[in-house]
């Protein structure tokens, strides 16, 4: 059986590991658009902050391929998909045949259309090459703005500020993290985040970024004024869809798929951050990693589901615990809440079953909810920190 994997990030990689598993024999290619090899993504914030080194990020050394039986290609990009023909086409002109086709082309920093945006000095922030574009850039900057105070946001801002820029969020909503945090939960952050020197503008946005062909200053609708020499905008991502569309793949706001992982076409597969399953685009690392296993085993005979995921998310900020999952706004089940100095505690239970829960400043009670969660531990023991 040979198998073609577009993508050599988590979702990629797993399905060729779950593949080499369960069929020794099988041929796998991975084919990458990006240069590099596969790294672990949620770490470039350490990297950003310069707490690690670059090489650290990877996870495998270029010889683990090998040892596998795995070939893989970087610094090409797949142009198209010929389902028919059962082929690939690359931008070097080459022709890759595969019994089985694994579509892993991630996601992309979403920039909204604010005039100025193609200014020098406004970066997104996704993987390594655009931390190193801001590191380099940041060495002749002192104000930072950072567009969007969620969780990529947040974790930028900190480590920007960790290299001692003075460091601006500004947030649409009127408290930081609206989707994994209620309001009372987004203000203690706050204060926490601005004991660590960050600055917020919230309730705001942007409608203009403005300089002589480079940043100066951000105006607010408000019509407030930012100055800062650099602008990161952290304001969601988007699928990598259009090569599948190109195919005929059916899409939504991402590449829809069964719970086997299969697309609208036979024998091609997708997983990650362009899937789109059940009508939820989940976009963290570990769906993604869980899918691309799941599509591998798929892809090699055998029959495996995946049937969604919790929404969980940690903070990672030093000397902030935070963990939210789930559904914690839901009116219809039974909210147990408490608070103490710098802590919060919220957990939504429905016939004791955990629909969703926020925990903050709590790492005991953090470890505790994402085993609720899990659904390794039952919600009684959660219940009684409350």
């Keep these: 059986m040979k198998h073609v994997i577009i993508g050599n990030g988590v979702a990629g990689t797993e399905a060729a590991l779950a593949i080499r598993k369960s069929d020794p024999g099988a041929s796998i290619t991975l084919v990458s658009e990006s240069p590099h090899l596969y790294y672990y993504r949620p770490r470039v914030i350490e990297y950003l902050a310069g707490e690690i080194a670059p090489e650290k990020l990877y996870i495998y050394k270029p010889d683990f391929y090998e040892k ?14 010929l389902p028919a023909e059962k082929a690939v086409l690359d931008d070097r002109g080459v022709r890759r045949s595969w019994d089985r086709l694994l579509v892993a082309t991630g996601a992309r ?3 909204p259309p604010i005039p100025g945006a193609a200014l020098e000095g406004v970066f997104s922030l996704r993987g390594i090459r655009d931390t190193e574009r801001i590191l380099e850039y940041a060495k002749g900057v002192d104000r930072v703005a950072v567009i969007g105070g969620g969780l990529l946001g947040l974790e930028a801002a900190h480590s920007l500020s960790r290299l001692g820029k003075s460091v601006t969020v500004i947030e649409l909503f009127e408290w930081l993290l609206p989707r994994q945090l209620d309001e009372t939960g987004g203000r203690i952050l706050r204060g926490m985040l601005e004991s660590k020197g960050l600055s917020f503008v919230l309730g705001d946005n942007v409608s203009s970024i403005q300089g002589e062909g480079r940043v100066e200053k951000l105006v607010l609708k408000s019509g407030n004024e930012i100055h800062a020499g ?4 952290s304001a969601g991502i988007r699928c990598n869809i259009e090569l599948a569309q190109r195919a005929g793949i059916a899409t939504g ?3 829809i798929v069964d719970d086997r992982l299969r697309t609208s076409i036979p024998d ?4 990650g951050d362009p899937v789109e399953h059940r009508g939820r685009v989940y976009g963290i690392w570990p769906v993604a990693r869980e899918q691309g296993r799941v599509a591998g085993l798929n892809m090699a005979g055998v029959d495996t589901a995946f049937e969604g995921a919790v929404m969980a998310n ?3 900020i030093t000397g902030i615990d935070l963990f939210s999952a789930g559904d914690f706004n839901n009116q219809s089940c039974d909210v147990l809440v408490s608070r103490g100095e710098g802590i919060y505690r919220k957990l939504c239970v429905d ?18 909810a994402q085993k609720v969660i899990e659904g390794k ?3 009684e023991e959660f219940r009684k920190m409350f």
């Design 68 to 81: 596998n039986g795995i070939e893989i290609v970087l610094g090409t990009r797949v142009s198209d998909i």
């Design 109 to 111: 920093a979403f920039v």
């Design 230 to 233: 650099l602008v990161l905008v």
């Design 253 to 255: 706001n991402g590449i």
């Design 268 to 271: 091609i597969y997708a997983a």
């Design 314 to 316: 940690v903070l990672k």
């Design 351 to 368: 016939l004791s079953n955990p629909l969703g829960a926020i925990v903050l400043g709590d790492a005991e009670a953090v470890k505790l």
């Design 377 to 379: 531990v039952p919600a």
